[in-house]
């Protein structure tokens, strides 16, 4: 079993700036990859980022490509994502996902475990 937990959420106005981070615990050393998703109001669940547990790879979203970094930290079992310039549309509940079998993938049926979610809001 994996526990994962999301932090760092909040309110922000646009062009700031918000670092989420998720902490895992459990059967981590199987994960192969890490994932972060969204959902705003009314729409479907999309991938935002996610990165390989082992090397580090990383795949984005076109959204959010060359504004948000999503990197790991092994030793601390933590995932996070530095979210930059951010804008009203990036306003959403994010999760953060474990896959034990897939490494940086963008679809959400792959991936095992999911956090809670952690709310963002980025006002105009």
């Known amino acids: 079993q994996v526990q994962l937990v999301e932090s760092g959420g909040g309110l922000v106005q646009a062009g700031g700036s918000l670092r989420l981070s998720c902490a895992a615990s459990?059967?981590?050393?199987?994960?192969?990859?890490m994932g972060w998703f969204r959902q705003a109001p009314g729409k479907e669940r999309e991938f935002v980022a996610a990165i390989s547990w082992t090397g580090g790879k990383t795949y984005y979203a076109d959204s959010v490509k060359g504004r948000f970094t999503i990197s790991r930290d092994v030793a601390k079992k933590t995932v996070s994502l530095q979210m930059n310039s951010l804008k009203p549309e990036d306003t959403a509940v994010y999760y953060c996902?474990?896959?034990?079998?897939?490494?940086?993938?963008?679809?959400?049926?792959?991936?095992?475990?999911w956090g809670q979610g952690t709310q963002v809001t980025v006002s105009s």
């Open positions: 996902a474990a896959s034990l079998y897939y490494t940086s993938s963008s679809i959400g049926g792959q991936y095992d475990y």
């Open positions: 459990g059967r981590t050393f199987s994960s192969n990859g």
